[in-house]
């Protein structure tokens, strides 16, 4: 975080909002607003002599609006440098929709025929607009709408900007750009990936929860986050500088300058606290007793490898493949995925990379398929059944990582199995593209491993037949989650019940990771709970051979492991079997093995979980 204050705007006072803190940090830049909301502004009668000067209003706040668009462009990556290009169509229909001339005529024409101010002409025009396009019952023209809604109230706002009526930085704060702090009411987890981290701080949305990919991706990125806000104000806001505490989940507007102190001097006492762990960055994860314990990372982009040497990490134990398909430009070829597997198998660690087939659904969609929706995109077509059914996709896809193999340890892992056909269906596809490479003598490792996500309540329980069929599973319990507790992922208002600790979860995992170790194969985690330093005791307990956690989590998790000795948390799983029933009383009993061995860690996860 960049630990300088920027001055606080005099006119709006300071606003603090309470959400959920998803990706820890302290950022502190300027407001930006994604996404506006249309609202009419007042009705007033003008002379026959205030028209040119409205028509030059209106011609003022159109520059500005596309001004402001652009910008906006370039924070949420465009095509050279982001990785979502889709976006360079949203914004150039949104400058087009701007610049309509049919619109700007009637417009123009109105206020002088009807001698109303240009705000509440232009406001009624654009709204005839919005509500035809809405009847028409097509998802692309309706998504227009909206498009069309956000750059009216964008304009509307810059139109009262002329009148002096904005909140926007006073010059001095302008000098502060470059730190943006995105607010809104929801951002895709596409909209994350292409952010340009050269100028966004953070960010923070009324919507989401803690394993929406959208959070996952900032946690990723480094960037502190807060979601789960509800209402954010706008107007009066846009521009003003703007706190965001990815720790304690909080957003404060506008805040004064003995908050921007205080905040100034927590964020350098929390950097010297991650100081303190880098000790560890050269050190073998090992548990106290000097068990090894393979701690691998997640990745998201190709441009995290740096990172694995300098963290001594073991390998990448979950790379995730979609966000090169998030776009519909050149990435996601077979060429082009290729080249990615292979720099990350090239860069990965002893262990190599896991390199997971493409899990798109859920809450990550491909641009193709956001017109049109399912009813329940988490338990629609998603990950492998949306790949056994697109042929040509899933054979480019591992070609590409099969030839990755030829330069480093790789293995290929199926997302979203829920029954032995369709594992067995996606290892006959993986063999026919093993001996297509063959036939055609191009060079990949014929020893490739494969493994399958348990992720879904259906494969723990034929978990034993599953095993036989792969060398190694990987649980993914952000969605074992869901699924076994019936709680939308990203849906805040039953954030509640979604309960990593309820004691179905544990008896899930268990039963997997004893399948696993039965039929001779390993089992890792490489959900979000394999990062949870209340839950390390289970896994250690329970026997699990590999965790793998996001690279901003390594070294904490890598600190408790060396701190916590087998066989109290061999108690503690037979101890969870036998006496706890709610997810409270799992938390108890591990926070009394967790507690004991490393405290410290502890301090700041509470306060980070607040
Ligand atoms: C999981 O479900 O735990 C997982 C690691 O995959 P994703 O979060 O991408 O669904
Ligand atoms: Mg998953």
Redesign the pocket.
């Known amino acids: 975080m960049n630990a300088a204050i920027p001055p606080s705007t005099p006119h709006t006072g300071e606003r603090v909002l309470q959400g959920l803190g998803v990706s820890s940090g302290i950022a502190i830049g300027f407001a930006e607003f994604v996404g506006q909301v249309l609202e009419e502004p007042e009705l007033s009668s003008i002379s026959k002599e205030r028209v040119e000067s409205e028509y030059a209003r209106l011609a003022v706040a159109l520059e500005m609006t596309k001004g402001q668009i652009l910008e906006l462009h370039k924070l949420l990556g465009d095509d050279d440098g982001g990785a979502a290009p889709s976006h360079s169509t949203i914004f150039e229909s949104h400058a087009l929709l701007l610049e309509d001339p049919v619109v700007i005529d009637e417009v123009r024409r109105k206020t002088a025929d009807e001698l109303k101010c240009i705000d509440w002409v232009y406001y009624q025009t654009i709204r005839g607009y919005i509500d035809q396009l809405r009847k028409v019952d097509d998802a692309y023209l309706s998504e227009r709408a909206v498009d069309l809604e956000d750059v009216a109230a964008r304009l509307l706002k810059n139109l009262r900007a002329g009148d002096g009526a904005s909140a926007d930085a006073t010059p001095v704060q302008r000098a502060w750009v470059g730190q943006t702090v995105l607010l809104g009411h929801d951002l895709s987890p596409s909209d994350t990936a292409g952010i340009d981290r050269s100028q966004v701080r953070g960010f923070a949305t009324e919507v989401g929860s803690a ?1 929406s ?1 959208t959070a ?1 991706l900032a946690r990723s990125l480094n960037l502190p986050a807060v979601v789960a806000l509800h209402e954010l104000p706008r107007d009066s806001y846009t521009g003003a500088p703007v706190i965001i505490d990815g720790y304690e989940g909080r957003v404060i507007l506008n805040p004064t300058q003995s908050t921007l102190r205080s905040y100034a001097k927590r964020a350098a006492v929390e950097e010297k606290r991650l100081e303190k762990l880098s000790d560890l960055k050269t050190a073998d994860t090992r548990t106290k007793d000097g068990d090894r314990m393979l701690l691998s990372a ?1 990745l998201e982009f190709v441009t995290e490898i740096a990172d694995l040497k300098e963290l001594n990490v073991d390998g990448v134990g ?1 790379f ?1 493949t ?1 966000f090169l398909f998030l776009c519909d430009g050149d990435s996601r070829s077979e060429e082009c995925q290729y080249e990615t597997y292979r720099t990350i198998a090239e860069g990965a660690g002893r262990h190599g990379v896991i390199i ?1 087939t493409l ?1 798109i659904g ?1 809450d ?1 969609l491909l641009p193709e398929l956001r017109l049109d929706p399912e009813p329940n995109p988490f338990l629609g077509w998603r990950g492998i059944r949306l790949t056994l059914d697109e042929d040509e996709l899933f054979r480019s896809q591992l070609r590409a990582i099969l030839r990755a193999s030829a330069h480093g340890k790789v293995r290929v892992m199926f ?2 199995i829920s029954t032995l056909e369709e594992l067995q269906a996606a290892k006959r596809c993986f063999n026919r593209v093993k001996k297509e490479l063959a036939d055609e003598g191009v060079p990949f490792d014929p020893e490739v491993e494969i493994g399958a ?1 348990i ?1 879904i309540p259906s494969a723990v329980f034929i978990a034993g037949h599953l095993a036989k069929e792969v060398d190694f599973f ?9 699924y076994t507790t019936a709680v939308d ?1 990203v849906n805040d208002r039953v954030a509640h019940l979604y309960q990593p600790m309820h004691p179905a979860v544990i008896e899930m995992i268990r039963t997997t990771v004893e399948a696993a170790h039965r039929n001779g194969i390993w089992c890792g985690i ?4 394999a990062a949870d330093l209340e839950m390390t005791p289970i896994w250690v307990g329970l026997g699990v051979d590999e965790l793998s956690v996001g690279l901003g989590q390594l070294l904490k998790l890598r600190a408790a492991l060396a701190s916590l000795s087998g066989e109290p948390c061999r108690q503690l799983v037979r101890d969870l079997r036998e006496n706890a029933g709610k997810a409270e009383d799992v938390r108890q009993l591990c926070l009394q093995v967790a507690q004991e061995a490393y405290p410290d860690l502890l301090i700041s996860k509470a306060v980070e979980r607040n």
């Open positions: 394993t990919h996952i997640n979950l995730r979609e997971r899990d859920g990550k997302p979203f996500m992720e990987s649980i993914g319990t952000n969605d074992l989650i869901q992922r490489c959900g979000e709970a």
